[in-house]
């Protein structure tokens, strides 16, 4: 919801950083990796109850993540095969931060309680597979209430507020449950559409190039005038 929303106006914020970024020689991967190392601080942080200092970590793991897509765009290094290593490196902070908070709840609630966190992760893992997949389909499968900005700015409430951690989880259990529901419908009645609409445009891709044969052929059998 909110990567839709603001996404234009985050990225006209951050281009100039992205320039200045550029002058330092840095690549869009190694902002990735700085990421990623952060990510796991903020995780070990948060198993051990240092949920503050996990709060900082997972606010100065997400800058990066910010800042590698106008850092790509600024030094022209943008390319599938980064954007397909942000996009598996965010997957993998996401679960080792549900992990983190996993593990302290085994330590400080109960062993069920931790169950939460894994679910979280679980139905989260269904919409980043529901979106990888309808768009390998060509069908876009973006939006929903609870995509991944949500979840990282609604962990980030929880550890600021020790007191909401776990009623933020079972809230963020259900908004991502309803996306992966949203996301579900959205692509269904997409590839319901999707045949008839590639068989229209086969049909007129048809239609014209049996036209252009047909003027080719035409060209073909006139008989040049002979000059008197």
């Avoid at 690549?27 to 109850?49: C, E, M, N, R």
């Avoid at 086969?202 to 000059?227: F, G, I, L, N």
Wanted: one cysteine or more; a positive charge.
């Amino acid at each position: 919801m909110f990567d839709g929303k603001f996404r234009t106006p985050v990225d006209k914020a951050v281009k100039p950083l992205g320039a200045f970024l550029r002058r330092t020689r840095m690549t869009p991967d190694h902002l990735t990796v700085v990421g990623l190392l952060v990510g796991i601080g903020a995780a070990v942080a948060i198993a051990f109850g240092r949920l503050w200092i996990g709060l900082v970590l997972v606010i100065l793991a997400a800058l990066p993540d910010l800042l590698d897509g106008a850092l790509a765009k600024a030094s022209g290094a943008a390319s599938q095969r980064g954007a397909f290593f942000d996009s598996t490196v965010d997957r993998v902070t996401d679960s080792l931060l549900l992990g983190g908070i996993a593990w302290h709840f085994a330590s400080t609630e109960s062993a069920h309680l931790a169950l939460l966190p894994f679910a979280v992760a679980a139905v989260s893992s269904v919409i980043s597979y529901q979106r990888a997949k309808a768009e390998s389909l060509g069908i876009d499968a973006k939006g929903g209430l609870m995509e991944r900005a949500e979840r990282i700015i609604a962990i980030c409430v929880g550890l600021a507020f020790n007191v909401l951690l776990i009623p933020i989880l079972w809230l963020m259990l259900a908004l991502t449950s309803i996306t992966a529901v949203q996301r579900f419908v959205k692509v269904w009645r997409a590839a319901a559409i999707a045949p008839v609409t590639a068989a229209r445009i086969e049909m007129r891709r048809s239609r014209r190039q049996s036209r252009r044969v047909a003027r080719t052929e035409r060209r073909r059998t006139r008989v040049p005038r002979r000059k008197p």
